[in-house]
């Protein structure tokens, strides 16, 4: 295994931080509010959410109930270490999807589309987005 960096954090650590902010910031959670729910500093959790600081095991499954997710929420399409095998599960999520939902018109959108209930209506805003996306790609 390679040893890291002192000063870079690790991998896992920073894809589980930035989890924790995409999932704080889609329900519109302040860092110091969900500081005071877990009894520690809002500096902490940017900490947390920039991986300089590792998550220990309580303190993730406290995490994931504040924020109401399971705690394999935060491992969701982490990256897999060099020489490790591929896991049996799902495949996890492309990059691209979580880097989207963690800008701010990643996240309105996810928000707004989430507010839609009509299954039909999701449907068709999910066809005029491929239509538009369509119209925009330059043909080779």
Same mark, same amino acid.
Do not use: C, W
């Given at each position: 295994?390679?040893?890291?960096?002192?000063?870079?954090?690790?991998?896992?650590?920073?894809?589980?931080?930035?989890?924790?902010?995409?999932?704080?910031?889609?329900?519109?959670?302040?860092?110091?509010?969900?500081?005071?729910?877990?009894?520690?500093?809002?500096?902490?959790?940017?900490?947390?959410?920039?991986?300089?600081?590792?998550?220990?095991?309580?303190?993730?499954?406290?995490?994931?109930?504040? !924020?109401?997710?399971?705690? %394999? *929420?935060?491992?969701?399409?982490? /990256?897999?270490?060099?020489?490790?095998?591929?896991? +049996?599960? =799902?495949?996890?999520?492309?990059?691209?999807?979580?880097?989207?939902?963690?800008?701010?018109?990643? !996240?309105?959108?996810?928000? %707004? *589309?989430?507010?839609?209930?009509? /299954?039909?209506?999701?449907?068709?805003?999910?066809? +005029?987005? =491929?239509?538009?996306?369509?119209?925009?790609?330059?043909?080779?």
């Amino acid at each position: 295994m390679n040893k890291m960096n002192k000063k870079s954090p690790n991998p896992i650590d920073r894809h589980v931080g930035s989890r924790v902010r995409m999932r704080r910031m889609m329900i519109s959670m302040s860092q110091e509010k969900l500081g005071d729910q877990l009894g520690i500093t809002f500096q902490q959790i940017q900490k947390y959410e920039k991986g300089t600081n590792r998550i220990g095991a309580s303190r993730l499954q406290q995490i994931a109930i504040v !924020l109401g997710v399971p705690v %394999a *929420f935060f491992f969701e399409g982490a /990256p897999v270490p060099e020489g490790f095998p591929k896991g +049996l599960g =799902e495949s996890p999520s492309p990059a691209y999807v979580s880097d989207f939902l963690a800008t701010s018109d990643g !996240l309105a959108l996810t928000k %707004a *589309f989430m507010k839609v209930r009509d /299954p039909k209506v999701r449907r068709r805003i999910v066809d +005029l987005v =491929e239509a538009v996306a369509a119209e925009e790609t330059p043909k080779r």
